[in-house]
């Protein structure tokens, strides 16, 4: 696994993305098991805010989401088993203190998108890495749905979701959107946690 790689970029420029970064066959079981949960009603509409200002807006995001947890499927502990060798390389190599790693499947049916966002919240800075697992092994350019991010000097990078490709980001540096897409598109969507400021600093 090319972990050096997302190393050094995310100490040179803030973010990665590496190219097949699992293989074909590992994406598809994702892919499917993605499939499998949307098809039996467990991905919900995902929300924006926190607390009591929590709530469903399609004006704002439209995919459906559904959290991972150890035990629900061979190929998902996997995929965590890998992500928490990841954790604790950029710890090892970062000092960047993370104590967990939290993902989701991420359904983004034909017309959804996601407005530009941080993925940090303003009162609490938990959140320090994100990584994104794409599973769309026949995307197409036409398909749209892609991730642009925008940098601070102006300009903006469109990240296509082609499966297996992976994008790791300082999730507070980085405002970022999905463009509308025209077709299904699935990721898994996750965050780098170490404990909140505030608590490390009692």
């Not at 590496?18 to 598809?28: E, G, I, K, M």
């Not at 704002?60 to 954790?87: K, N, P, S, T």
């Not at 092994?137 to 398909?143: G, L, S």
């Amino acid at each position: 696994m090319p972990f050096s790689t997302i190393v050094d970029d995310l100490a040179a420029r803030g973010w990665s993305l590496q190219s097949s970064f699992l293989p074909s066959d590992v994406t598809h079981k994702l892919a499917d098991e993605c499939r499998r949960r949307h098809a039996e009603g467990t991905l919900a509409p995902a929300s924006v805010g926190r607390g009591e200002e929590q709530a469903v807006r399609e004006g704002i995001r439209g995919d459906h989401i559904h959290w991972l947890e150890a035990g629900q499927a061979e190929v998902c502990d996997a995929y965590l088993a890998l992500m928490d060798e990841l954790r604790r390389t950029l710890n090892r190599e970062l000092f960047l203190g993370l104590e967990e790693f939290e993902c989701h499947f991420a359904f983004y049916p034909p017309g959804a998108f996601y407005q530009t966002h941080l993925d940090r919240f303003r009162d609490d800075d938990s959140r320090c890495v994100s990584a994104v697992l794409y599973l769309n092994p026949d995307w197409q350019p036409a398909d749209g749905g892609e991730l642009r991010m925008h940098f601070a000097d102006g300009s903006n990078l469109d990240v296509p979701p082609l499966s297996g490709d992976l994008l790791v980001f300082l999730s507070g540096d980085f405002p970022h959107e999905v463009l509308v897409t025209r077709t299904e598109r699935l990721s898994l969507t996750g965050w780098f946690r170490r404990r909140p400021a505030d608590v490390l600093a009692l």
